[in-house]
């Protein structure tokens, strides 16, 4: 009888344990002006069977919710943060001793991400020169607290630290101006056993070149293949692996270890920003690492971080205002779409809201039906939407409203922002509060959630990504 109990109980951590698709991990940024409450958020990551996820800082909110839940952790530092550690090993130490070591009984850190994107063309060169320096230190400090064979660092680099000088992945090389600090952080990483970490984003290829063949962003065929030395790339994503382990290889390191440190798809703000596509994307990812069939180059198990759990409106949209809209989840922890996270696509795994969400009281701030003179509220609309998150506006977005609409949803938008303060719900007396929900259709007019935390750090500046490889391999097709 108990050796039956037993089996049972083994067999059903089996199958707890093997519906999520192999290697999944998910990112958690927090630059929202309303956080979840990070406990919960831990618990959704327990429901779903997530057990990888990647910060962009090491807050102790976070590594507090994330102690004991055995979840494999990779910790942040932020860009700003590098010419410091660079600088000084002590304030290197002090980091590793506050941020890492003084976790390790409860929180499993695996990773040090030292920096995010560091080598981004659009930083212009600022984080170039601290980046290997502070990578050393961080790791010395991992090393001499005795963490070095638990704990390692790494630097999450965005995908334009490649290109390809004809198109094709075989000719893929790392870009001139960043090489040789390349080559150094590549040999540091090989003596210390790290994996390289690369942020990919299809998305962005369709974003940047109107010509990009759609097809080629996704998984599931239906645009011509890239012929390169007798293998057919069928997606933008194998190529582009592919063309960073052709980089690799170029300089010695074929062999070293690839994470996908992000890869995702945006929901709103822009026309290929949208509910559809996105559900498109992820299935074939997740179909992929369901399949273990990697890429080309390299088969098998694929490691990759989805990007990201949530919406965060307070993401700068220089890149373009789908920025905010990474998110699986709603801001308020709903899923946007069904997922299927085992991969299989047999709806074993499918992705879990986070639980007992608080919210603001049912009331919405909308312009009063009774102005008819819409001249006067282009002012009131632009000040509201400065102040807040208008970014689902707009033709080709979820909320195409008329001008009355627009006016309505910037108000509202102002008023969530500021927690509902009756105060912020005026502009001139022409805004009323209303407890009639305006929401129409795929337009959601949000009600806020009780804010949990203070803003803090997400990535940023990704839309910058890639731009030179997805420019020449569109130009081939
Ligand atoms: C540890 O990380 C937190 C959150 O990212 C940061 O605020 C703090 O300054 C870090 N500690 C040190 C010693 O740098
Ligand atoms: C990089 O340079 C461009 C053009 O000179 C400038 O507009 C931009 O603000 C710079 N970015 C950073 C992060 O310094
Ligand atoms: C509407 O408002 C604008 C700006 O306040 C004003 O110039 C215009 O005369 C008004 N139109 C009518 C029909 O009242």
Known sequence: ???????????SVILATTNLAQGLGVNWGAMASHQLPPKNVVQMLKDNGIKKVKLFDAEPSTLNALAGSGIQVMVGIPNEKLEKLADSYSEAQQWVKENVTKWLGSVSISYVAVGNEPYLTS?????????????????????????????????????????SSSSK???GRFRKDIKNNMVEILR???????????NIYPFLSLYQ???????????????????????EYKNVFDANCDTLINA???EGFGNMEIIIGEAGWPTDGDKNANIKNAKKFYDGLLKKLGKEEGTPLRKGKLEVYLFGLFDEDQKSIAPGDFERHWGIFRYDGQ???????????????????????EFLEKQWCVLNSDVKNMSQTDAELNYACAGSDCTSLGTGRSCDLDQHGKVSYAFNSYFQTRDQDVRTCNFNGMA??????PSVGDCLFPVQIVNTGAPRHGAVGVAYAFSIFVGLLWMMI
Request: a positive charge; glycine letters at 8%; hydrophobic letters at 35%.
């Open 1 to 11: 009888m108990a050796r039956a109990v037993f089996l049972v109980w083994v067999l």
């Open 123 to 163: 930083y212009n060169g600022s984080y170039v020169k601290t980046t290997y320096p502070a990578l050393k230190n961080i790791l010395k400090a991992i090393r001499e607290s005795g963490a070095g064979d638990k704990v390692k660092a790494t630097v999450p680099f965005n995908a334009d630290v490649y290109e």
């Open 169 to 171: 992945p075989s000719d």
């Open 188 to 198: 540091h990483l090989r003596d210390n056993k790290s994996p390289f970490v690369v």
């Open 209 to 231: 070149s109107p010509d990009f063949p759609k097809e080629f962003a996704f998984f599931e065929g239906g645009s011509k293949p890239v012929s390169d030395n007798n293998i």
């Open 248 to 250: 690799l290889k170029k």
């Open 335 to 357: 899923p946007k779409f069904p997922m299927d996270l085992s991969g299989k696509g047999n709806g074993d795994q499918m992705l879990k809201a986070v639980k007992g969400v």
């Open 432 to 437: 009323t509060i209303t407890k009639n929900n």
